[in-house]
């Protein structure tokens, strides 16, 4: 069974860096997308960035883009979100989550696993 585990979320002040895991067990799939995705109190799931396993093609948000970077190392089956210089607008629940396929889907709709989410908090 395909599992998705975050971790790596927490308290930080406005300007800081935080680093999210998105550890995968039972992947044996060669050609897939992560998306990592936020979701705010009272908000919509929104889009924040994606990888893919071809040469880690990245895409991002326009709202993180040039902070947030999404990485992965296969070796270890994991996938990274580094944040940095924060915003109190950041605050959230981040989830990573994994589709069969090579592509750009920033609709939440288009993945099949998920994790259970971590919550990011960001003081100002």
């Known amino acids: 069974q395909v599992q998705l585990v975050e971790s790596g979320g927490g308290l930080v002040q406005a300007g800081g860096s935080m680093r999210l895991s998105c550890a995968a067990s039972g992947w044996t799939f060669s050609v897939y997308t992560i998306g990592w995705f936020r979701q705010a109190p009272g908000k919509e799931r929104e889009f924040v960035a994606t990888?893919?396993?071809?040469?880690?093609?990245?895409d991002y948000a326009d709202s993180v883009k040039g902070r947030f970077t999404t990485s992965g190392d296969n070796a270890k089956n994991t996938l990274y979100q580094q944040m940095n210089s924060l915003k109190p607008e950041d605050t959230a629940v981040y989830y990573c989550?994994?589709?069969?396929?090579?592509?750009?889907?920033?609709?939440?709709?288009?993945?099949?696993?998920w994790g259970q989410g971590t919550q990011v908090t960001v003081s100002s």
């Open positions: 989550a994994a589709r069969l396929g090579l592509g750009i889907w920033h609709n939440s709709n288009e993945y099949t696993i």
């Open positions: 990888i893919n396993s071809s040469g880690g093609s990245t």
